[in-house]
Each structure stands twice: as C-alpha cells, then as structure tokens.
C-alpha cells in the first residue's frame, strides 16, 4: 500500500537515511571500546559499552522501522570511518561522550529539518531520539566525571558502573518501534 503523500526524497528522509548509517557507525565504536574495556579487565565498564552498543543499534533499526511504516525507501549502506585505537579508559569516554554530542546536533538538525519543511510526523518521531540525547550526554558526562574523579583508581569506577548503571532500565514504552521486532 503505497502512501502517495510521503515525499522520499525529502531533506528530512534523506537525513534520517544518513542518520541510520550514523547509528550503526555508533554501535560499532561502542563495540570497539568494549573490547578495549573488556581486554582490560573492566567487566562493568565493558558491559556499559556492549549495552550502548546494542542501545545505538536499536536506535538505527528505529530509523529503519519509521521508513518502513512511511512506506518511505530505506537504503542501508556502510558505515563512516571508525577510531579502532583505545589507549586509555578517560580516552575512550571522552570519545563517546564527544560522539553523543555530535548524534545529539545530528538529531537536533533532524528535528529542525522536519519542523521547516512542515513534516509534523517527522518531527513527533523524532522527539523521541532528542529525549534520549538529552540523558545519553548526561549519563557520559556524569561517567567521565567519575572517572577524573577517581584519579586512576578504576575499581571505584567499576563500582559506580555497577551501582548507577548496573541495572536493565527495561524498555522504553514511549520508544518508536525496532524493525525486527529488536532482535
């Protein structure tokens, strides 16, 4: 059933095309500072990561299901360039939270891109993911904030991981639907 009032070439679709390969760009730099975390013996930061990385995945399939429910073309392609080099546990949250900064002006372009070009449904799916930013930046500032606080000392931030992060949140039932049902 084909929606005849759905422009797929829209700024906004091609944005939110560009923004799926961006997540998943996201989920594969989580992964990489996983592994980093996990080789060094830091199971709680390590599972963060993972989680984040599992996390940024959903968000792209989000993307994809939106596309799909707009009856709007989805292309899948590579991913842009990833950093592979961990040297420090600092290092590499500063590395994500500076990636949170930038997903968050992505999205925020987004949001600004719908609302310009008058597509309202656009722009209600994604407050969701500006939502989202808002606690993804916070969480990575409060983590690098601990971790200069611990001043080398990574076992007390392996216990704040575990304390303050530890836990499933469980789903999110404000959250747009997963392509794949979040398989």
């Known amino acids: 059933m084909s929606n005849s009032n759905v422009n797929s070439d829209s700024a906004f679709h091609e944005l939110l095309r560009e923004q799926i390969r961006h997540e998943f ?6 992964i990489v500072i996983a592994v980093y975390f996990d080789s060094n013996k830091l199971p709680q930061l390590a599972r963060r ?4 990385a599992a996390e940024e995945r959903s968000h792209a399939l989000m993307m994809v ?3 799909l429910d707009r009856d709007v073309p989805v ?18 949250v500063e590395f ?4 949170e900064r930038d997903v968050t002006t992505k999205i925020t372009q987004l949001a600004q891109t719908a609302r310009s070009s008058g597509d309202y449904l656009g722009e209600q799916f994604i407050q969701w993911f500006l939502k ?7 969480s990575m500032t409060t983590l690098l904030a ?12 392996e216990d704040f991981v575990a304390r303050d992060f530890g ?9 747009p639907r997963v392509a794949g049902g979040g398989v």
């Open 25 to 30: 760009t996201a989920s594969q730099q989580y």
């Open 49 to 52: 990561f993972y989680a984040q």
């Open 65 to 67: 299901q939106y596309l």
């Open 75 to 92: 292309r899948v392609g590579g991913l842009d360039p990833i950093t592979s080099t961990v040297t420090s546990v600092r290092g590499a």
């Open 96 to 99: 994500a939270l500076n990636q």
């Open 132 to 138: 989202e930013q808002v606690e993804e930046v916070a």
């Open 146 to 157: 601990v971790v200069d606080r611990a001043d080398g000392n990574l076992f007390d931030v």
């Open 167 to 175: 836990g499933a949140a469980g789903r999110d039932p404000s959250a």
